[in-house]
């Protein structure tokens, strides 16, 4: 906090900047660290330093760059989420998923305004920007719920897609309602109102436009050096949201999604690093946006949050919610079940906040002071949908029947003889597998063995929209070659993390000077043994073998017995398996089972049999998941 002998010095702006980035940061750590909800460990701590302890006051500290810092961070998180919304990937969903936008997006924002209108009490321009706030659901808050429940892959992507492109939609419906109140509502004729608003949101699509299209000439034709492509992208971000702002207020916003989506679909080299820039990025800001809009609300502003509120929240939840998505589901086709369930989650989330928070303040500074009630309702809203779906979307899902089956599953990526064995011995133990590969011929093996496969690219487009990856926690690099091994493990970290992927062969760079570097790729599974010699190894007669310990045979005893055996995965007595990437640090008790990788001269005590889940038919097709 600043002293009150005077304004804030440059020593408290810095410390004060430096404390909301090691909040912002921190939290989400650990809520990683907790598996909770990013977004309420991040609430929690800006309540805590603001109006809980009353240590951090950004709005005394910042007094004027605190706009232009919300400002700034709004632009580059609407950007970020235009970013996930393909058009070849939408063509391929659901008609469920576009009747979600075409008619359950329009009436969530006629529903939310008149509930903030008649529930809450706001003015007429509040209440219809709020609405379309409250639009957005957001992916970062849905995809890891979805993520943590493993819903079945219809509901799962009707939720999901709705997530991603609500995200752009809901931004453009409060900047329609802002720009209608505001300028309405300052003595303009109804047509020049209409006629104003028409042109800066044009002008502000076309700025998005030239802007996508100059920048993918740019990135296409190697006119920039790669160290300032990321650079190039920030200033064109902030200059695009300049320049749209000065033709129509706030139509930046606009124009900055715009942008995210026209770059989404230009096809551009290497867009995944500039994506995952931008995804660490905006990390940063929605950590620093969440303290700063919690330690910004005063005990009072929470205060207010009395019987209306609740009013307004429970209106939302169990009035809003379904009653746009039951029309908009009618007559689709969808089971009753899946729509009971997407009637009810719809958390909101980072983005929504932020713009919330945002927008409150510029209602503030043109004089609507219910403006001010944005931010506080805003939090009452996340945090009650957050924590309401976040706890119930698994028990509804499996009241409902909507649970996907199994534990969570291990992808292959890379079919041969010893690929096929291993994902047997991971079913003999109840654990999803699939294998996948380019090569239909080299997926005969696994076919052969009843296993589930892909035939297509993994890296490729199609992969993406027609598998469910929630349904698998670990991945295997397992193919012929090292380099495109390293390629997979990079594309798919951010998504299972760091201790998700896996490499065969990866442990022989620290031996070898000439392969890749170790930190490229995975982390190596078992011992490290390259391809050839896995290959090799099974050709002569190794198999994949359990073994349960016991009190009077214990893990030593195993590996006494069987020095020559490759410890590969572990599955605890609960059934969780964890795949081995250190042999040498396994540790096991009593009950877990061993899964290693034996000579045919091999003998060990108590040999598992799990019961094998059922075999099904697979069905040849390029593209398609089998099995």
Not at 391 to 416: D, K, Q, Y
Not at 496 to 518: C, H, I, M, T
Not at 602 to 612: E, G, K, M, R
Request: aromatic content about 8%.
């Amino acid at each position: 906090r600043p002293s009150p002998k005077g304004p804030p010095s440059m020593q408290d702006t810095l410390a004060t900047l430096a404390a909301i980035g090691a909040l912002g940061v921190g939290a989400q750590w650990l809520a990683w660290r907790l598996q909770l909800p990013a977004i309420v460990v991040m609430l929690a701590a800006g309540l805590a330093v603001g109006p809980g302890l009353q240590v951090l006051d950004p709005r005394a500290v910042l007094d004027d760059l605190m706009r232009p810092i919300l400002a700034i961070a709004v632009a580059v998180i609407l950007f970020e989420g235009g970013l996930p919304l393909r058009f070849r990937q939408l063509a391929d969903a659901a008609p469920a998923v576009k009747r979600m936008v075409l008619i359950g997006a329009p009436l969530t924002w006629a529903l939310s305004s008149a509930a903030a209108w008649g529930v809450a009490g706001l003015s007429p321009a509040v209440a219809a920007t709020f609405g379309g706030i409250m639009v957005i659901t957001g992916p970062t808050t849905v995809l890891p719920m979805l993520r943590q429940a493993r819903l079945a892959p219809r509901p799962a992507a009707i939720l999901r897609w709705e997530a991603i492109i609500h995200n752009p939609v809901g931004a453009l419906f409060a900047v329609l309602a802002f720009e209608i109140g505001v300028v309405g509502f300052l003595g303009n004729e109804t047509i020049e109102t209409a006629l104003r608003i028409a042109l800066g949101v044009g002008v502000a699509t076309a700025m998005g436009s030239a802007a996508g299209a100059a920048l993918a000439w740019v990135f296409r034709h190697g006119q920039a050096p790669e160290y300032l492509r990321a650079p190039i992208l920030i200033a064109s971000v902030l200059g695009v949201y300049v320049l749209a702002n000065a033709v129509l207020t706030e139509s930046g916003l606009v124009a900055v999604t715009v942008l995210g989506v026209w770059l989404a679909n230009a096809q551009l080299p290497a867009f995944d690093e500039l994506r995952r820039f931008k995804e660490q990025l905006t990390a940063m800001l929605v950590g620093g946006v969440f303290v700063i809009l919690g330690a910004d609300l005063d005990r009072a502003t929470i205060a207010s949050l009395d019987w209306s509120a609740a009013a307004f929240v429970a209106t939302v939840l169990f009035l809003v919610r379904p009653l746009a998505v039951l029309p908009a589901l009618a007559w689709s086709g969808v089971p009753w079940r899946d729509k009971a369930l997407i009637a009810w989650i719809a958390p909101r989330g980072l983005v929504g906040f932020a713009v919330a928070g945002f927008f409150g303040a510029r209602f503030v500074d043109l004089g609507w002071e219910d403006g001010a009630r944005l931010p506080p309702l805003a939090f009452a809203l996340v945090a009650t949908t957050v924590l309401a779906h976040g706890f119930s979307v698994r028990p509804l899902a499996r009241l409902l029947g909507l649970v996907a089956t199994g534990r969570p599953g291990v992808m292959i990526v890379g079919s041969s003889p010893w690929a096929a064995a291993f994902a047997v011995a991971l079913q003999e133990a109840e654990t999803p597998v699939l294998v996948t590969d380019r090569d239909w011929r080299r997926l005969r093996p696994a076919r052969e063995a009843s296993v589930p496969v892909y035939y297509g690219e993994i890296l490729g487009d199609a992969a993406t929209r027609s598998l469910d990856f929630t349904r698998y926690a670990t991945l295997v690099a397992a193919s012929r070659e090292s380099g495109y091994n390293a390629l997979v493990c990079a594309n798919y970290r951010p998504f299972f993390g760091q201790n998700g992927v896996f490499e065969v062969g990866q442990g022989a760079a620290e031996e070898d000077p000439r392969a890749l570097p170790s930190g490229l790729g995975g982390r190596r599974l078992g011992a490290g043994r390259d391809f050839a010699t896995l290959e090799a190894r099974h050709a002569d007669g190794w198999s994949f073998a359990w073994t349960t310990l016991t009190p009077e045979f214990g893990l030593s005893d195993y590996l006494r017995e069987s020095p020559e055996a490759d410890l590969f995965a572990l599955r605890r007595a609960d059934g969780r398996l964890i795949l081995a990437a250190d042999p040498a640090s396994v540790r096991a008790e009593p009950g877990d089972a061993l899964l290693a990788f034996r000579p045919p001269r091999h003998a060990a005590a108590a040999v598992t049999t799990f019961p094998s889940p059922p075999a099904t038919a697979d069905r040849r097709g390029a593209g398609r998941a089998t099995g």
